[in-house]
């Protein structure tokens, strides 16, 4: 078992700038695929990024690459996203997902049904 608490969301102008945090307890973090999924008003959750356990693969969504960075530190049990140049679309609830994946590739760590485990989500609010 693996709980997940976000944080690091906010208001924030269109160009700005945040970092959301995922604290990870539980079984061990290390092991697991870490992703990063949003949520707007009346639409589907939706794919952002995602970190392998080991860090060394990463995967973005087109609509955030180039602008968002995710990355991991296991030592503090901790996923991160870094979100840049943000735009109004960007506006949604942010979850953090794990699962210990056992397939590979950006159509594997972007399936929202593979990820067992949730955060309750931080909401990210863009203003133009």
């Known amino acids: 078992q693996v709980q997940l608490v976000e944080s690091g969301g906010g208001l924030v102008q269109a160009g700005g700038s945040l970092r959301l945090s995922c604290a990870a307890s539980?079984?061990?973090?290390?092991?697991?695929?870490m992703g990063w999924f949003r949520q707007a008003p009346g639409k589907e959750r939706e794919f952002v990024a995602a970190?392998?356990?080991?860090?060394?693969?990463?995967y973005y969504a087109d609509s955030v690459k180039g602008r968002f960075t995710i990355s991991r530190d296991n030592a503090k049990n901790t996923v991160y996203l870094q979100m840049n140049s943000l735009k109004p679309e960007d506006t949604a609830v942010y979850y953090c997902?794990?699962?210990?994946?056992?397939?590979?590739?950006?159509?594997?760590?972007?399936?929202?049904?593979?990820?067992?485990?949730w955060g309750q989500g931080t909401q990210v609010t863009v203003s133009s």
């Open positions: 539980g079984r061990a973090f290390s092991s697991y695929a």
């Open positions: 970190i392998s356990w080991h860090g060394g693969s990463t």
């Open positions: 997902a794990a699962d210990d994946l056992y397939c590979s590739g950006y159509g594997c760590y972007a399936d929202v049904v593979l990820y067992d485990y």
